[in-house]
C-alpha cells in the first residue's frame, strides 16, 4: 500500500503549497483505492489525498475503510489532517483503521483512535 501511495503521489497538483501526498485506501473488499491531493487557486477547495481515495473508494461501493496508507516525497512524516481523520473515521466502521505512514524509510503504523481518540459519530 505505502509503494502505491509513493506512485501515485507523483500525480499530485500542488502548484501552491508545493507539497504533494499520495495515499492508498484498503476498503473491507480488501480492494486497493489510490488517490493524490490537488489543489485549486481557491484554496478552501483543495482535496487531501486520503479524501481523494476515500471518494475512490466509496464511489466503488466500499462503506468500510480497514487501512490508510499515505506519504509525501516532500515529508520526513506525513499524518492525515484533522479533516481527513474524521472522514477516515466516518468509514472505520467498526475496526480501528490503521494509519500506515513511512519514518526513516520504514513503515510505521498507528492506529486512527491514536490519531483522533475523540472522533465524531452520530
Known amino acids: ?12 497538483y500542488a502548484p501552491f503549497s508545493k507539497f504533494r501526498v499520495g495515499a492508498c485506501v484498503m476498503g473491507a473488499s480488501g480492494n486497493l483505492y489510490k488517490g493524490c491531493n490537488f489543489e485549486n487557486s ?4 483543495t482535496i487531501c489525498a486520503e479524501r481523494c481515495a476515500i471518494g475512490h473508494a ?4 466500499e462503506k ?3 487501512a490508510v496508507a ?9 499524518y492525515p489532517c484533522g479533516a481527513c481523520r474524521q472522514v ?3 468509514f ?14 520504514e513503515p510505521k503504523v498507528d492506529k486512527l483512535s491514536e490519531l483522533l481518540p475523540f472522533g465524531f459519530k452520530i
Open 42 to 45: 481557491s484554496l478552501g477547495l
Open 1 to 12: 500500500m505505502l509503494e502505491i501511495a509513493k506512485n501515485v503521489s507523483q500525480n499530485s
Open 70 to 78: 499515505i506519504y509525501s516525497p516532500d515529508s520526513e512524516e506525513c
Open 58 to 61: 466509496v464511489s466503488s461501493g
Open 92 to 105: 472505520k466502521g467498526d475496526t480501528d483503521t490503521e494509519i500506515i505512514t513511512e519514518k526513516n524509510g
Open 64 to 66: 468500510q475503510i480497514l
Open 88 to 90: 477516515i473515521c466516518e
